[in-house]
């Protein structure tokens, strides 16, 4: 019988906790479009995609372990205003990857909130180990870190069923976008009153 329990994502956490994501996220439907596939090569782009994440901007990263291997992984990162590093590079192509990831991540981080906020993401289970409350788990240990700070929270995704779970946790969608003809929705939820 597996045991699980959350503790912050150590150094040496880092490759497996980026490889839990990549096949949590692979049938998302925005990592299909940017990423044209759902396959093994594909996944080792989103593993390559988190891992530069964890590497440039690590946050605070929770990973829940079932024994000693990690079955859930989840990054929180304080923010203030919409994050401008992300540009698509030039020229133009639709069929390149660098491109498309470029694009994608420049139009969620013009969608942020301007004031200081808590951003949640990546987050996700192994499809194994779905339906067992981890991911419950994590967002409780995420509103409890968030409302310990009396400080407002957001997050992105490309799927309904999530943004009914985020809606559990206290998370209204306040605008949608198309991105490579995936509807993707921006959630925030309000600072808890001191």
């Not at 990549?22 to 093994?40: D, Q, Y």
């Not at 540009?87 to 994608?104: G, H, L, S, Y």
Request: hydrophobic share 40%.
């Amino acid at each position: 019988m597996s045991t699980y329990h959350i503790s912050l994502m150590q150094h040496d956490d880092i490759d497996e906790s980026v490889k839990v994501l990549s096949t949590a996220m692979l049938h998302n439907p925005l990592h299909i479009a940017v990423f044209k596939g759902s396959g093994e090569f594909e996944r080792l782009k989103i593993e390559s995609t988190f891992k530069d994440l964890f590497m440039t901007l690590p946050g605070i990263v929770f990973v829940v372990k079932a024994n000693t291997e990690i079955v859930g992984v989840m990054r929180m990162k304080s923010a203030i205003g919409k994050d401008q590093n992300f540009k698509p590079v030039q020229p133009i192509n639709e069929n390149d990857i660098t491109w498309r990831k470029a694009f994608w991540l420049n139009e969620w981080a013009q969608r942020r909130p301007e004031k200081q906020h808590w951003h949640l993401g990546p987050i996700g289970v192994l499809p194994s180990y779905r339906k067992l409350g981890i991911g419950s788990q994590l967002m409780q240990r995420f509103c409890d870190e968030v409302d310990n700070c009396f400080a407002k929270a957001y997050l992105e995704t490309d799927l309904d069923e999530n943004v009914r779970f985020y809606e559990k946790f206290g998370f209204k969608t306040t605008s949608k976008s198309m991105i490579f003809e995936v509807e993707n929705k921006y959630m925030v939820r309000p600072a808890k009153k001191g």
